[in-house]
């Protein structure tokens, strides 16, 4: 059977059919335009998914996944966090099933991210396994994760599995937009790392600049180090209690080659209960589909190992 997904960006709108062998059949992307509001972006998603459907020549769908950033509550969906502003407080589940006409099953990027990637992408061989676990992470502007088993994602019973990013970080108090301080988001994420160089050197540099300068900048190199070393902190409080067979890095920071070290390795290996670390850490193979790709995963009978 087909999977049809959605990832709801703020900048874009873009979907996915997926035949029986999980291959793309159709991928379409339209402009968000949040500017003009919800019912235009509800209006924009309609369209979408019928110009999918006009294109493959495939029925409508009995039932459509969608990523979206930020947290979709209770029965309505009612969405939180968003970085779409105008998507806040309204009852996005809800109102898809009214405008789509079908089943709709709404998830947040990372754990988007995380089934797509483990299933599809970076973890597909290590994912092969009746009973494998994959902590997929998004550690980008913000920090999120999802967790994987056996092809399902855990959602937990409050569906905030996965979610280390507001994790307090042992000897950290930055203030977080969540309320509370020293959060592995206010540590680790891109803009926290930028905010740290620039204090150590009263310059202003993207994560970009400074990774690449730190063979000749000492600033750099310390925030660079400094990274690691909390890294190692912050996830080996999660593999204490997940203990995956893999980890998938995502996101700007998960792009910065000193993550895949051995002294970061051993950063965790130092912080976990068995000091032992022998868990492998994957870039992510799935670049910008993940999102879309996750979300086509929602739908459809759960993916199974193979
Ligand atoms: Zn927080």
Known sequence: MNRWGVDLGGTKIEGVILDSELRPVIRHRIPTEQEEGYGHILMQIKS???????????????????????????????????????????????????????????????????????????????????????????????????????????????????????????????????????????????????????????????????????????????????????FGVVLAAVINILDPDIVIIGGGVGNIRQLYTPEAREAIAKNVFNHSFDIPLLPPLLGDSAGVFGAALLAGPPLHSR
Request: proline share 3%; aromatic share 4%.
């Open 48 to 230: 979408l998914v019928e110009t999918m459907a006009d294109k493959s020549g495939f029925d409508l769908p009995e039932q459509i996944g969608i990523g979206t950033p930020g947290r979709a509550d209770g029965g309505d969906g009612v969405i939180s966090n968003s970085n779409s502003a105008c998507l806040n407080g309204m009852p996005l589940l809800r109102d898809l099933r009214e405008v789509l006409r079908m089943e709709v099953l709404i998830d947040n990027d990372a754990n988007c991210f995380a089934l797509a990637e483990s299933m599809l992408g970076a973890g597909r061989d290590e994912m092969a396994w009746s009973g494998a676990t994959a902590f997929g992470i998004i550690l980008g502007t913000g920090v999120g994760g999802g967790i994987v088993r056996d092809g399902r994602l855990i959602r937990g019973a409050h569906g905030i599995a996965g979610e280390w990013g507001h994790n307090p970080v042992p000897g950290e108090n930055a203030k977080c937009y969540c309320g509370r301080c020293g959060c592995v988001e206010t540590v680790i994420s891109g803009p926290a790392l930028e905010r740290y160089y620039a204090a150590l050197s009263g310059r202003k540099a993207s994560l970009k600049q400074i990774a690449a300068s730190m063979g000749r900048d000492g600033f750099a190199r310390q925030t660079i180090d400094r990274l690691v070393e909390k």
